[in-house]
Nanobody
Framework: QVQLVESGGGLVQPGDSLRLSCAASGFALDDYAIGWFRQAPGKEREGVSC????????YYLGSVKGRFTISRDNGKNTVYLQMNSLKPEDTAVYYC???????????????????WGQGTQVTVSS
């Protein structure tokens, strides 16, 4: 059974850091491009970051560039999203998603992804 499970969310203060994990089971993560998405209450889902199978291709939403870093550990079948200097506007449910594609591909568009996790809540508040 193909499954993605996010973890690492929580309640933090502005300026703090969190590291989200996306663990895969039932398939080899190194065959897939992985994306991170978020959805805040009353807002549309947006693509935050993605990483290709090759690791050479990454994408970041403009508002998180320089603060968030995506990485993958294929040996652990896990992708990470390191989030630094968190802001209240980063508050959302964060989802990871997977798509099997060419080696250098990743996308910030959710419609291309086949598998999704259940999400983890990130709340940034003083």
């Amino acid at each position: 059974q193909v499954q993605l499970v996010e973890s690492g969310g929580g309640l933090v203060q502005p300026g703090d850091s969190l590291r989200l994990s996306c663990a895969a089971s039932g398939f080899a993560l190194d065959d897939y491009a992985i994306g991170w998405f978020r959805q805040a209450p009353g807002k549309e889902r947006e693509g935050v970051s993605c990483i290709s199978r090759s690791v050479d291709t990454t994408y970041y939403l403009g508002s998180v560039k320089g603060r968030f870093t995506i990485s993958r550990d294929n040996g652990k079948n896990t992708v990470y999203l390191q989030m630094n200097s968190l802001k209240p506007e980063d508050t959302a449910v964060y989802y990871c998603a997977a798509v099997q594609h060419t080696y250098y591909y990743c996308s910030g568009y959710g419609s291309v992804y086949d598998y999704w996790g259940q999400g983890t809540q990130v709340t940034v508040s003083s």
